[in-house]
């Protein structure tokens, strides 16, 4: 029978190891598709799959990379974004200043120079 060196972890065998991760180690982590993937999973369960229709690639890993930065819930987010913008909409005292928040929204995420901004 052939013995397992130390630096060897069977798979599913609990580890020990209270290494620090290196800058590399955790950049490999999050450059990987794997935590994108994750999250459009989690942005579709928590809204659906049509708000990821209309946004590229780019964009959407835009937005799952900075929720990852943040440490913010990425689909609990836009959830909420939604919700309380249709409260705020609802509401006739507070109608205007939705659509202001709203617009600039808008102006935000079209900088002057995006031939496609209206």
């Known amino acids: 029978m052939r013995e397992s060196r130390p630096d060897e972890v ?3 065998t609990p580890t020990n190891d209270t ?3 290196t800058a590399a180690e955790a950049q ?5 598709p794997l935590p994108i993937e994750f999250l459009t999973q989690e942005i579709s369960a928590y809204v659906g799959d049509e ?4 946004l590229t690639r780019s964009q959407i890993e835009n937005y799952c990379m900075q929720s990852i930065h943040r ?3 990425t689909g609990k ?6 919700q309380n913008f249709i409260i705020a909409y ?6 205007e200043e939705a659509m202001k928040a709203y617009d600039f929204l808008t102006y935000l995420s079209h900088p ?3 031939p496609d901004f209206p």
Not at 51 to 54: A, D, H, R, S, V
Not at 77 to 82: C, D, E, Q, Y
């Open 90 to 95: 609802g509401d006739s005292r507070t109608s």
């Open 19 to 21: 290494r620090e991760v």
């Open 10 to 12: 069977k798979k599913g």
């Open 28 to 32: 490999a982590a999050i450059s990987s």
């Open 71 to 73: 440490d913010e819930p």
């Open 112 to 114: 002057t120079d995006d």
């Open 77 to 82: 987010v836009l959830l909420t974004l939604m």
């Open 51 to 54: 708000i990821l229709k209309g």
